[in-house]
DNA sequence: CAAAATAAGTTGACATTGTCTACATTTACT
DNA sequence: AGTAAATGTAGACAATGTCAACTTATTTTG
């Protein structure tokens, strides 16, 4: 019946509450926004009583991390799926992974605000234990410091500068977008993705020219 | 002694609760950031009672967007000054531009915050009347639009388009940046400014070469 | 294997917040 | 002056995050 913890029916320790809260938040997320996360609505969901999460998470914001955490496993994954389908092309690498990233908000916008709402790398916030949150931002360094190696590009400025210039590209289009601060109907998706591929037209002159 | 309404001391009211609400909810920002900004709070330092506000805005969400419009008046400004400042070059009115919107946002992060987290163009949600929103982005697009028209960049695209492009730039870096998505210490203020430049360079030269 | 320790869940409480309704006071207009 | 409108207050309500005290299941261990 349930997916986990299928060892009795109805008993009184969940079995995998952790996971169970963490799936109920996405839930909540994709139904309601970033607004109706709630502890106690996840702890709903969940169908255990309202303070029980406190015996996996210290307070929401851990509760946030852990969503945010999963958040930033799946875009690393599209991204590095985005990346091989480039086949070591660097114009295509660059240009697959930064329509993913737009695409990966666009489908789950309320996943990609908690995920840049969490108090990362503040002393006493650290929501996200592990390095793994990171990858994202490696994958899309990666991509540059090859192109560097096979000098297809200068390598005037380091890979993590001109990673953080792509990944502010993709990622400003992304959060203007979700936030919905442009007039609605003046940009498709479409318009936007092929955005993305003007602007990789332009960084790969700019560079070139170097 | 107060800034406004210095008509009597002390009177049943206000005199111009509506800006002095706002004004607490700027200083409330600039203390606690956006998690500390409340509707009682903003009363509270305003010296009224926790529901007097609600005879100036509808909700928390209309003071909000009170707040975020005054926030994109004085970007509008910031970038306005730093396009005069370029002198009519267009490498230069994008390059100061770019910098001065990431400027501002360091300076103002929970300001920016707010400005990007109001449901802008969502029936139903309209905080802000008026159009004075759309003038920050309108600055950037005239910029492009002036390039064209003196025929140092191609009209492939339109200018809204570039301007998009150029505004989720500078708006992804300073998102990035103020939500400290990095860890600290990677990157200087300098550095992402001099960052910026050379996605200038890049887009120049990325442009000049369609 | 029974007993003790620990992990996991519950109940009830508290302060804070956004919001509503009913009421009071001041100002504006005839 | 006297009424209507604008503005502010007081009190209530439900929802939320969090904590302390208690209960129940599981694990460890003598």
Redesign the interface.
């Known amino acids: 019946m349930s997916e986990k913890a299928n060892h009795r029916k109805k008993q009184y320790h969940h079995g995998d509450l952790k996971e169970a809260l963490i799936t109920a938040g996405l839930a909540i997320l994709a139904e309601g926004g970033a607004e109706a996360l709630s502890l106690r609505e996840t702890a709903r969901r969940a169908g255990v009583s309202h303070s029980a999460p406190y015996r996996h998470f210290q307070n929401k914001e851990q509760l946030i991390g852990a969503i945010a955490a999963e958040g930033f496993r799946r875009l690393t994954k599209a991204l590095s799926d985005a990346i091989a389908l480039g086949g070591g092309r660097f114009h295509e690498e660059l240009r697959l992974s930064g329509r993913a990233y737009v695409e990966f908000a666009l489908n789950n916008p309320e996943h990609l605000k908690v995920m840049?709402?969490i108090?990362?790398?503040?002393p006493g916030h650290d929501c996200i234990h592990g390095v793994e949150d990171?990858d994202a931002?490696a994958r899309i360094a990666g991509v540059f410091e090859r192109a560097q190696a096979e000098g297809i590009i200068p390598t005037d400025?380091p890979p993590?500068?001109l990673a953080?210039?792509a990944?502010?590209?993709?990622?400003?289009?992304?959060?203007?977008l979700i936030?919905?601060?442009?007039?609605?109907g003046?940009?498709s998706l479409e318009?936007a993705l092929s955005?993305i591929d003007?602007?990789v037209?332009?960084?790969?002159?700019?560079?070139k020219?170097l």
């Open positions: 840049f709402s108090k990362r790398f503040v990171l931002f400025q993590p500068a953080l210039l990944w502010a590209q993709v990622h400003g289009m992304s959060h203007i936030e919905k601060q442009i007039p609605p003046t940009i318009s955005l003007s602007w037209v332009f960084m790969c002159r700019g560079l020219a």
